[in-house]
């Protein structure tokens, strides 16, 4: 399983963070789930 900054899942845990419901930290790795979501709000993807 890849996840890309289109997949649900990531956009799911960047609203989460960037809300502040969760930190960056508590997403959980799954894959590569929280590479992409920290790219993502970091904006590199």
């Known amino acids: 399983m890849n996840y890309t ?3 649900g899942l ?4 960047v609203s ?3 809300t502040g ?3 960056l930290e508590q ?3 799954l894959y590569n ?3 992409v979501v920290s790219d993502v709000i ?3 993807a």
């Open 21 to 23: 419901t969760y930190k």
């Open 42 to 44: 970091n904006g590199t």
């Open 33 to 35: 789930l929280k590479t």
């Open 10 to 13: 990531v956009k799911i845990w």
């Open 27 to 29: 997403v959980p790795n």
């Open 5 to 7: 900054k289109d997949s």
């Open 16 to 18: 989460l963070v960037m």
